[in-house]
């Protein structure tokens, strides 16, 4: 009898559920350290031939098996950058007039809208960029800012294709991602809060700026972060529209490269081992990006909240 009860001990279900949530939580970094180890060991090569200088080489000639990293970094964030730079205020704006402005009616409908964006296939927004934002930006929006060619973000002629295109692109891609977590943060900060800087006489605006946005801050940083993981990862629809050249450049009117999209388009034809060796490594160099931001991103959220008790996510 005694040894039936220390088995149904043993075999609880609590035991069992705990059991294999602790497996499954560590087949996650077991699939993490696998991915690393594949991604260090098919780089191999490329690590011992350049070295360090691969990350600092602009050149990448695969004729005479020449790779340099600097170009698609570059691109990566460059575009990445744009795309935060116009896509936060829009994504802000579209979060406090949802979850403080807006009455209920249109509230759910621009809601669900935003949400249906999100869920747009990267395919379709890199058509919608090469045939539509494509010819509008060739025809009336380069032309006047090719004309302040003396500023270095200006120089080039008129394509269509490039680092702007791309940038813009990802920002519209961005805005659905960074706008519903923040207004689902904002919805966080208790109403008694906002009814007592009513009663304290602080106009609406001040409301939104002194009490919802401060207590939404970290909150809105994890948005910004996801948002900025999807720019930073995305394949697809850049490869479509940034003109696919491996350059160094400050002017957001020339074409460029992104690690993702060179991979997506080179990895199929590489026909060198040691170009196939640069392409993962480029990968590598992409998830290091990822994991630094994401690491830096969550000390900071963590500090925030420590000091300002914001909104979690």
């Not at 350049?50 to 098996?65: A, H, I, N, T």
């Not at 170009?71 to 730079?85: E, Q, R, V």
């Not at 973000?153 to 519209?172: D, M």
């Not at 002017?251 to 034809?269: K, M, V």
Request: hydrophobic share 55%; net charge positive.
């Amino acid at each position: 009898m005694a040894e039936r009860l220390s088995r149904k001990k043993i075999l609880s279900p609590e035991k069992i559920f705990m059991g294999m949530t602790g497996v499954f939580s560590l087949s996650v970094l077991l699939i993490s350290a696998l991915v690393v180890y594949e991604l260090f060991s098919a780089s191999e090569p490329t690590f011992q031939k350049f070295g360090l200088k691969f990350l600092v080489s602009k050149e990448w000639d695969p004729v005479q098996k020449v790779y340099g990293a600097l170009p698609f970094i570059w691109g990566t964030f460059y575009t990445s950058f744009i795309a935060l730079l116009i896509a936060l205020p829009v994504s802000l704006g579209i979060a406090i007039f949802l979850s403080e402005l807006a009455p209920a009616w249109l509230r759910s409908s621009v809601g669900f809208l935003i949400e249906l964006l999100a869920a747009i296939p990267s395919l379709i927004f890199g058509l919608w960029g090469l045939f539509v934002l494509s010819p509008i930006l060739q025809q009336y929006i380069e032309p006047p800012l090719s004309n302040l060619s003396w500023l270095p973000f200006f120089k080039g002629y008129p394509l269509g294709l490039g680092f702007l295109n791309a940038g813009l692109l990802l920002a519209v891609m961005i805005i659905p991602t960074i706008s519903s977590i923040s207004r689902d943060v904002m919805y966080t900060v208790p109403a008694n809060q906002r009814e007592g800087g009513l009663a304290l006489g602080m106009t609406r605006w001040e409301v939104v700026s002194k009490v919802v946005v401060p207590n939404s801050r970290s909150g809105i940083l994890g948005a910004v972060v996801l948002g900025l993981g999807r720019a930073l990862g995305e394949t697809m629809a850049v490869t479509m529209v940034i003109g696919n050249t491996p350059q160094f450049s400050l002017s957001l009117l020339d074409p460029g490269y992104t690690i993702s999209s060179a991979i997506a388009n080179q990895f199929t034809e590489a026909f060198d081992k040691l170009q196939i060796s640069a392409l993962i490594e480029l990968g590598l160099i992409l998830f290091v990006i990822s994991v630094i931001i994401n690491a830096f991103a969550k000390l900071l959220m963590l500090r925030m909240n420590r000091f300002s008790g914001g909104a979690r996510i």
